[in-house]
Nanobody, 124 residues
Framework: QVQLVESGGGSVQAGGSLRLSCVVS????????MGWFRRPPGKEREGVAG???????NYRDSVKGRFTISRDNAKNTLYLQMDNLIPEDTAMYYC??????????????????WGQGTQVTVSS
């Protein structure tokens, strides 16, 4: 069973930055698809960013230019750098992975393993 542990969430003011980390109990060099999702208060879970093993990146339109997803296979860790945060980014953030290719990076049902989540709260 693969375990994913997120950290780095917190409370910040609008315009601030946070970096989320997701440590994976497996060799991420063997994992094809990884992603970050979030669940805003009272809303459905939504895809935030995705990355595959050949370096293809995908972002939700509302975070393009503000968020950066990356992976460090030497540390078996997935990151999400979040800059210029806005109140609408407030949510529980989750990392997820699938060993192989996903047809739609933002579809949560495509991913097999999930972390427990880390809360991000942005105040105006």
């Amino acid at each position: 069973q693969v375990q994913l542990v997120e950290s780095g969430g917190g409370s910040v003011q609008a315009g601030g930055s946070l970096r989320l980390s997701c440590v994976v109990s497996a060799y991420t060099s063997s994992i094809y698809s990884m992603g970050w999702f979030r669940r805003p208060p009272g809303k459905e879970r939504e895809g935030v960013a995705g990355i595959d093993s050949v370096g293809r990146l995908n972002y939700r339109d509302s975070v393009k230019g503000r968020f950066t997803i990356s992976r460090d296979n030497a540390k078996n860790t997935l990151y999400l750098q979040m800059d210029n945060l806005i109140p609408e980014d407030t949510a529980m953030y989750y990392c997820a992975l699938r060993w192989w290719y996903v047809s739609t990076w933002s579809m949560s049902s495509e991913y097999t393993y999930w972390g427990q989540g880390t809360q991000v709260t942005v105040s105006s």
